[in-house]
Each structure stands twice: as structure tokens, then as C-alpha cells.
């Protein structure tokens, strides 16, 4: 009776262990995913935000780097606010 307590106990441990790491292992992916998203969306607003000045003919290469970082200011602006 003893041993098979002791058996029980153990194994309890263990697959609580097991259980905790998996949670917690969730919740990092979980992170590491939504920060993913958020730089995604950022980039793919940013590339957008660009297609309207990149498609005028003639658009000197300033003008583009100047679009560009006007687009990286709101987003980080945004992104603070909302």
C-alpha cells in the first residue's frame, strides 16, 4: 500500500510538472506570436503607406525615405495610443 502511494504521489509531481511547463510554454509562443503579428502589420502598413508616392513616375529616391520615416513616426505614435 505504501509503495503504490508513494508511486501515485511521484507520478502526480511529475505530470504536474509536465502540465506547468506546457502552460508556461503556451504563453511565451503566445507572446512571441501576437509581437510577430504586431511587427507584420507595422511593416505591411508601412509598405502600403509607400505605394502611392513609389507609384508616381519620375519620384526621387528622398522623397521615398521621407515617406518612410513619416510612416514609421505615426506608426509608433499610433501604436502607443491604441
Given amino acids: 500500500m505504501k509503495k503504490s502511494t508513494l508511486a501515485l504521489s511521484a507520478a502526480l509531481v511529475v505530470t504536474n510538472a509536465a502540465w506547468l511547463y506546457a502552460f508556461i510554454d503556451a504563453g511565451v509562443s503566445y507572446s512571441y506570436l501576437a509581437d510577430s ?46
Fill in 37 to 82: 503579428y504586431h511587427h507584420a502589420k507595422a511593416t505591411a502598413t508601412q509598405a502600403i503607406a509607400l505605394l502611392p508616392v513609389v507609384a508616381k513616375p519620375g519620384v526621387s529616391r528622398a522623397s521615398v525615405l521621407a515617406v518612410a520615416k513619416l510612416g514609421r513616426q505615426v506608426m509608433k505614435f499610433s501604436r502607443r495610443t491604441g
